[in-house]
Structures are given as structure tokens and as C-alpha cells.
């Protein structure tokens, strides 16, 4: 497995691999690697033939008063994971090698960026529908890997592609969780323990809402209170936002019809966790 910083070598490997014919897939991640991207690369490299983790923290999906400086980056294990997982190629390039010193032309996915994280993160989204726009550029892959831990990213990045006719397929994965039900996050070695033990009350409360919904709720208000509920009872823990919604178009239901999309965002002390699941009627 090789590691490359720039577009130009990322650029040539592909293209001889795809000389040769081989099928070529792509999961773009921003590093500090656990088991959920490892489910990732691992899917990927039982279904494609070549396997290309790019690893890059994007600045420009940062906000001003996030934590871009102190995000987590250990990229010799990371390339450990990697080669172990399965991958041929790490892309790993500077913010330098990704952008001019102009501000970038920008992809936009306006209409599933409104709610949920959207509404919370401004200008996220765009910064990932352009720097993913960027990455399917430079590898062009036959597949990219997402994971359904990051719901609205995902579908944003479906319609995207729809949208600008990208030739290259999609594929969600299933959220990853530790033993004791916390969905894996690069984020989570922020926490401390008293607030990881805390931090347990995301899939606590996504649990008691999809409890209610196999018992039969339809109402999204009730469902909501029900999460609220849950979350009040951990004194760590600030809501960010609870939403559910048609898990396609993302938007606002009244009552449980097709699938939904339940997500919620918290805060546990500093650290902003998301969690969701989609529910099938
Ligand atoms: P990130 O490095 O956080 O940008 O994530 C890179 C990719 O890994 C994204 O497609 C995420 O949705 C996916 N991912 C992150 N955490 C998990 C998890 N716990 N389970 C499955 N996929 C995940």
C-alpha cells in the first residue's frame, strides 16, 4: 500500500489501474480511523478490486468556532488500519495541495442541506459536496463508500450526484457502534470518562423512540418528547437538535408514513455528538 500527497500521483495511479481494468473504489474520510470507517475500506475491498482511502481534514467545512485546529490526526496508524483493512492507496494531501488561496468555486446542494446538521453547521455541506466534487475528480472511482453515521451527508451526497451526473455509485454502509451502543466517532477521544459514560444517553434515547415506534406511535411530536425526555435525564448532555423526518427528502413530517429518518445532535460537555437511525414503516 502507498501513501501519496499530491493530486498529480493520486491521479497517475488511478489512471493505470484503470488502464489495466481494475475496478477502482474510493472512501473519503478525515483520518483518526476506528472500526466504522474500517467497516468502510473493508466493504470496499470485498467489492472493488482496488481500494483508495483519501484522508484529509477538510478546513472548509469547518465553522469559525469549530475544531478544526484540534481534530484528531495520527496518520502512521492510520495507515496501519489502512493496509489492514484492505486499501491500495492512502491520498492524504495538505490543504495546500486541495486549494488555491482564492476562495473555492463551491458545490451546492441546497434543498437536503436546509434542516437537520444544516441548519446547525452553515456552510458544512457545501464544503463537503465540494471537496467530495473534488476527490470523485481526481479519483475517478467506479464506487464511494459512506456510512450512514453521517445521514444527511449521505443523502446529500446521493442527490449530488444525481444532480450533476457524477459517473460513479454510491454506497451507504451501516453505523458501527462500541460494545456498549456509543456510534463510533473520531470525536469521541474528546471525551472524558465521566462524559463517555454520558455520552451513552445518544443511543439510549434513539432506542426508547424506536421502541415507540414498534410499539405503534405515529406522531413525530410524541416521538420527539420521548427523546427529549431520555436526554433531560443526563445533566452532560445539551441538545443540539432532535429531528424526524422523511428519511428522502429529509423534510418535516407530521405523522409516520415510509421511511423516516431520526437524528439527533448533542452535546456532551464541548464535544458535539450525532446519532441517528432510519426506521422502515
Ligand atoms: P469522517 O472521517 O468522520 O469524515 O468519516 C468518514 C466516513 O466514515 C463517512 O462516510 C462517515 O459517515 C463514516 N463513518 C464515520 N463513523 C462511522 C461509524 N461509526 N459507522 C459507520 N461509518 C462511519
Redesign the pocket.
Known amino acids: 500500500m502507498n501513501t501519496v500527497k499530491t493530486i498529480e500521483e493520486a491521479r497517475h495511479q488511478v489512471k493505470v489501474w484503470k488502464k489495466e481494468g481494475y475496478s477502482i473504489a474510493l472512501v473519503?474520510?478525515?483520518?483518526s480511523l476506528h472500526d466504522?470507517?474500517e467497516?468502510?475500506i473493508k466493504r470496499a475491498a470485498k467489492e472493488n478490486e482496488k481500494v483508495v482511502v483519501s484522508i484529509f481534514v477538510n478546513p472548509i467545512q469547518f465553522g469559525p468556532n469549530e475544531d478544526l485546529a484540534s481534530y484528531p490526526r495520527n496518520l502512521t496508524k492510520d495507515k496501519l488500519l489502512c493496509e489492514s483493512a484492505g486499501a491500495n492507496l492512502i491520498f492524504a494531501p495538505e490543504a495546500s495541495e486541495m486549494y488555491q488561496k482564492e476562495v473555492p468555486t463551491n458545490v451546492s446542494v441546497q434543498e437536503l442541506a436546509v434542516g437537520l446538521c444544516g441548519a446547525k453547521r452553515p456552510g458544512h455541506f457545501d464544503g463537503v459536496c465540494t471537496v467530495v466534487s473534488k476527490l470523485f475528480n481526481i479519483i475517478p472511482a467506479d464506487k464511494a463508500y459512506?456510512?450512514?453515521?453521517?445521514a444527511q451527508?449521505l443523502a446529500i451526497i446521493k442527490r449530488m450526484v444525481r444532480d450533476l451526473n457524477f459517473d460513479i455509485e454510491i454506497i451507504g454502509?451501516?453505523?458501527?457502534?462500541e460494545e456498549d451502543g456509543l456510534?463510533?466517532?473520531?470525536r469521541n477521544v474528546y471525551l472524558s470518562s465521566k462524559e463517555r459514560e454520558a455520552a451513552l444517553i445518544l443511543n439510549k434515547s434513539l432506542t426508547k423512540a424506536r421502541q415507540a415506534l414498534s410499539d405503534g406511535e405515529k406522531s413525530t411530536e410524541t416521538l420527539k418528547k420521548i427523546i427529549i425526555q431520555q436526554l433531560k435525564t443526563e445533566t452532560l448532555a445539551k441538545i443540539d437538535y432532535i429531528d424526524v423526518v422523511d428519511a428522502a427528502s429529509l423534510t418535516a413530517i407530521e405523522f409516520v408514513r415510509k421511511p423516516i429518518l431520526v437524528a439527533i445532535a448533542v452535546y456532551i460537555g464541548k464535544t458535539r455528538l450525532i446519532d441517528n437511525f432510519i426506521y422502515e414503516s
Not at 454502509?173 to 457502534?177: F, K, M
Not at 456510534?183 to 473520531?186: F, H, I, L, Q
Request: hydrophobic fraction near 25%; glycine fraction near 14%.
Open positions: 473519503p474520510t478525515m483520518g466504522g470507517h467497516s468502510l459512506f456510512g450512514e453515521k453521517d451527508q454502509c451501516p453505523i458501527v457502534r456510534a463510533k466517532s473520531s
